[in-house]
């Protein structure tokens, strides 16, 4: 059995979060895309519900990214010299 990778994971639910965010970001635009103007001023309520939860959504990526970099920086000052080049 293989041991799962950390930084792979990691990345590919980055890679998930910031697909979600531009769906989020694509899904306002089209529901604003040939709208009525009677209906207009709802569908901009909610394109903008969508906008700010694919802001959050890549804020929050751009967050585990600072904390994952600040844990390998601390990771590698935390270990001896010759160990670094054994780890790489």
């Known amino acids: 059995m293989t041991v799962p ?43 903008g519900a969508l906008r700010a939860c694919a802001d959050e959504l890549e804020d929050d990526a751009d967050a585990r990214c600072a904390l994952a970099a600040a844990g390998r920086a601390s990771q590698l000052e935390a270990t001896a010299p010759g160990e670094r080049l054994r780890a790489r």
């Open 5 to 47: 990778d950390e930084t792979s994971f990691d990345a590919g639910q980055d890679a998930g979060t910031r697909t979600s965010a531009c769906l989020a970001r694509l899904a306002a635009l089209q529901l604003l895309h040939g709208a009525r103007w009677w209906n207009r001023w709802r569908l901009r309520i909610a394109a």
